[in-house]
Structure formats: C-alpha cells, structure tokens
Nanobody, 121 residues
Framework: QVQLVESGGGLVQPGGSLRLSCAASGSIFSIKGMGWYRQAPGKQRELVAGFTSGGSTNYADSVKGRFTISRDNAKNTVELQMNSLKPEDTAVYYC???????????????WGQGTQVSVLS
C-alpha cells in the first residue's frame, strides 16, 4: 500500500507551536510536489506550504514568517514547523504529494487522511 500518514496535530493555545510530520510509505519510486494543505470548517482546502518541482518553497501569505516546511528526501518525509499559532490556524492539515509507484507505473496525486490542529484560547 502506498500512502501518506500525518502526525503531530493537537490542541495548543495561541502563540504556541506544533510540528507536523508526514511520512510516505509503500512501493514508491519517486515523490515530487510535496506539501501541506489545510481545511477549516466551511472553507475550501488551501495550500499552506509546499515544495515546487524545482525544489523551491511556497507559503500562504497568512503563514509566512511563522511556518517552515522541510523535507528529507532519503526518508520520504516532510515536516511543517508551526510557530506563533493563531486561532485562525485551526483546521485539518493534510499532506499531499504526487508519487510514482512501481505498482501503478504512473504518477498519482496522493493525500493523507489529515491531522487536526486546534488553536484555542
């Protein structure tokens, strides 16, 4: 089975920090375009931070200066360090990646199941 699994979500007070982790597993040949998205109740899913195909990073304006994305290509993991959290950061956070599986023999856009981040005062 090829999948992405997120971890590290939880409940935190405003100004606190959380670190999310996403691990890809299975018969994976290659991964590209890996990133983090989030979806709050009643809102559309939006990009939070991600790596482009060229290896550069993109951040939503709302998280610039507070969140940092990183990855370990050898371990097929991507992290999201979230600092100075605000109530408006509350959402389900999803890991996303385009992956090539030796089983599929094609590229597919894969999503994790999500991890809840709640910022409450």
């Amino acid at each position: 089975q090829v999948q992405l699994v997120e971890s590290g979500g939880g409940l935190v007070q405003p100004g606190g920090s959380l670190r999310l982790s996403c691990a890809a597993s299975g018969s994976i040949f290659s991964i590209k375009g890996m990133g983090w998205y989030r979806q709050a109740p009643g809102k559309q899913r939006e990009l939070v931070a991600g790596f482009t195909s060229g290896g550069s990073t993109n951040y939503a304006d709302s998280v610039k200066g507070r969140f940092t994305i990183s990855r370990d290509n050898a371990k097929n993991t991507v992290e999201l360090q979230m600092n100075s959290l605000k109530p408006e950061d509350t959402a389900v956070y999803y890991c996303n990646a385009k992956m090539y599986s030796t089983t599929w023999r094609t590229w597919r856009d894969i999503w994790g199941q999500g991890t809840q981040v709640s910022v409450l005062s």
